[in-house]
Nanobody, 127 residues
Framework: QVQLVESGGGLVQAGGSLRLSCAAS????????MGWFRQTPQKAREVVAR????????YYADSGKGRFTISRDNAKNTVYLQMNSLKPDDTAVYYC????????????????????WGQGTQVTVSS
């Protein structure tokens, strides 16, 4: 079992930055690909970024390319999402998730592939 706890969300003005953290416990995340997703009441949960267990090639949804950076620190058992130049459209609950079965792959991004999920952290971007 892996427990994931997100933090770092909050209220920020458009153009600002936030860094989300996802702290894992129970097992080391070094064997897992990790992803960040987001969800609003109007939209289904969608992938934002993914980092495979190797930490090499990264995946970003078009919505975050050039603005978001996913990274991992296996020694701290933590994954991060640095979000810059935030827009009101980025307002959502952000979730991190861990994928063991397809951990080596960067482009297998479907949410059904993930084994464990955090409880989410709210990000609100004001205009």
């Amino acid at each position: 079992q892996v427990q994931l706890v997100e933090s770092g969300g909050g209220l920020v003005q458009a153009g600002g930055s936030l860094r989300l953290s996802c702290a894992a416990s129970g097992r080391t995340i070094s064997d897992y690909a990790m992803g960040w997703f987001r969800q609003t009441p109007q939209k289904a949960r969608e992938v934002v970024a993914r980092i495979p267990r190797s930490g090499g090639s990264l995946y970003y949804a078009d919505s975050g390319k050039g603005r978001f950076t996913i990274s991992r620190d296996n020694a701290k058992n933590t994954v991060y999402l640095q979000m810059n130049s935030l827009k009101p459209d980025d307002t959502a609950v952000y979730y991190c998730a861990a994928d063991l079965r397809f951990a080596a792959y960067v482009t297998i991004i479907g949410r059904s592939n993930y084994d464990y999920w955090g409880q989410g952290t709210q990000v609100t971007v004001s205009s």
